[in-house]
């Protein structure tokens, strides 16, 4: 098992920054790759980010190209999510999750998930 806890969600402007993180514990975290998802209100989650097991490796939605970046720090089991130039559609509850594979964007493929953490961009 992986538990998985997102924090530094929150209110901020457009334009403005976020760093989200994903912390882990329980079995050995850099066995896992590392999946950013977020679900707007009233609508459907979608991938956002994803990162492999050493972070040597990221991939990025369309949407967040060149605004977002992912990270990990393996000896702090954390995953990081660095948000720049947010916009009033980034507003989402957004999700960590921890897979056995590469790089994965489809939700079935992860296996364990955190439970959220809302943020909210005002325009």
């Known amino acids: 098992q992986v538990q998985l806890v997102e924090s530094g969600g929150g209110l901020v402007q457009a334009g403005g920054s976020l760093r989200l993180s994903c912390a882990a514990s329980g079995r050995t975290f850099s066995n896992y790759g590392v999946g950013w998802f977020r679900q707007p209100p009233g609508k459907e989650r979608e991938f956002v980010a994803a990162i492999t097991r050493t972070g040597s490796v990221t991939y990025l939605a369309d949407s967040v190209k060149g605004r977002v970046t992912v990270s990990r720090d393996n000896a702090k089991n954390t995953v990081y999510l660095e948000m720049n130039s947010l916009k009033a559609e980034d507003t989402a509850v957004y999700y960590c999750?921890?897979?056995?594979?590469?790089?994965?964007?489809?939700?079935?493929?992860?296996?364990?998930w955190g439970q959220g953490t809302h943020v909210t961009v005002s325009s």
């Open positions: 999750a921890a897979t056995p594979r590469v790089l994965e964007v489809g939700m079935t493929k992860y296996d364990y």
